[in-house]
């Protein structure tokens, strides 16, 4: 017996070869998608539709949901991929806001996910700068 929320959708093998042939036509360009009446959807839209079609290329499983506004420091650490004691530390030295219901933290659901895509960056500028050092070794020897 299945537990999917009533919303789930599995695809079938059919469904899946249809969402790759698709995807395919769209192949190096930015898939940028148009509603009935001849509205165009917007860019930030089109990005999700151009993820969920990867994902169901890629054989992934994938879940959409939705964030509330304020997210407790358990639900930041989850998303930031650190413990609660290290999120507790952004908040302490500043990196992260946080108020106060109770005796518990909140914090802003975008700020979070800003310092995810922050954390982001510096782990792909510390790939490059990492690349760029052994690139010069490299030549030297």
């Known amino acids: 017996m299945s537990t999917l929320p009533q919303d789930s959708l599995r695809l079938s093998e059919e469904d899946q070869i249809l969402v790759r042939e698709f995807a395919e036509q769209l192949e190096g360009g ?3 998608f148009t509603a009935n ?5 917007p860019q930030e839209l089109n990005a999700v539709f151009a ?13 959409i949901s939705t964030m509330p506004p304020r997210i407790t420091t358990t639900t930041a650490a989850s998303l930031l991929g650190v413990s609660r004691p290290t999120v507790m530390k952004y908040i302490r030295n500043g990196r992260l806001s946080a108020t106060m219901v109770g005796s518990h933290h909140r914090l802003d659901t975008k700020e979070v996910l800003r310092l995810l895509e922050e954390k982001k960056e510096e782990q792909r500028q510390a790939v490059f700068d990492l690349m760029y050092l052994e690139q010069g070794s490299s030549e030297q020897a």
């Open 30 to 32: 930015s898939p940028s």
């Open 37 to 41: 009446g001849g509205m165009r959807v």
């Open 51 to 63: 993820t969920v079609l990867k994902a169901i290329c890629d054989g992934r499983a994938i879940s």
